[in-house]
């Protein structure tokens, strides 16, 4: 199994930073995708961002320019650089990752973090 435990959330003003991170840990053999997903009152939950093994990411059209996702392959974590953050940013924040475990690829979530932005 795979456990993630994620931390770096809390209460920003608008136009601050925070950064989020996320550890992998368990009986992973590889990690293939790794993600940041969040989902806001009343909304589904949404991609923000996501990295591959060959570190290829992606982002929201929302959060371009502003947040950089990255990872450390050798303890397993990724990080979400939000920068300029913004009040419609507000939301709890997941972690995703996609990874190899007893020879079978799983995803697994984080417990999520609450990202608040005041305006």
């Known amino acids: 199994q795979v456990q993630l435990v994620e931390s770096g959330g809390g209460l920003v003003q608008a136009g601050g930073s925070l950064r989020l991170s996320c550890a992998a840990s368990g009986s992973i053999f590889s990690i293939r995708t790794m993600a940041w997903y969040r989902q806001a009152p009343g909304n589904k939950r949404e991609l923000v961002a996501s990295i591959t093994s060959g570190s290829s990411t992606n982002y929201a059209d929302s959060v371009k320019g502003r947040f950089t996702i990255s990872r450390d392959n050798g303890k397993n974590t990724v990080f979400l650089q939000m920068n300029s953050l913004k009040p419609e940013d507000t939301a709890v924040y997941y972690c995703?990752?996609?990874?190899?475990?007893?020879?079978?690829?799983?995803?697994?979530w984080g417990q999520g973090t609450q990202v608040t932005v005041s305006s």
């Open positions: 995703y990752v996609n990874a190899l475990v007893n020879a079978l690829w799983q995803g697994s």
